[in-house]
């Protein structure tokens, strides 16, 4: 099942499936193991380097910036699309 959220400014909503496999690509898992609410470092056993190897594949996918405060976030999937859905909303 295909969860999206649409973004009331009229803007395309972010796919979560589409982030998770992205993600999944980026850390060479099956997206089926990128749960939602998975933590990467934990559970996924993400290093710091392939961690920010998603922040930087995700800024250039969906051309947005992170904060480095924002980077301490994005620990999981459901983080990485709410920080997502909350930067293109305001861009």
Do not use: C
């Not at 250039?60 to 480095?68: I, P, Q, R």
């Amino acid at each position: 099942m295909s969860v999206t959220y649409s973004d009331p400014a009229g803007a395309a909503p972010l796919d979560m499936d589409e982030l998770r496999g992205i993600v999944a690509d980026i850390l060479e898992v099956d997206a089926t193991d990128v749960a939602d609410d998975a933590d990467f470092m934990e559970d996924l056993e993400v290093d710091s380097l392939m961690a920010l190897e998603v922040i930087v594949v995700l800024e250039k996918k969906y051309g947005v910036k992170f904060a480095e405060a924002e980077l301490r976030q994005v620990v999981s999937l459901r983080q990485a699309h709410d920080l997502l859905t909350q930067k293109l909303h305001t861009r």
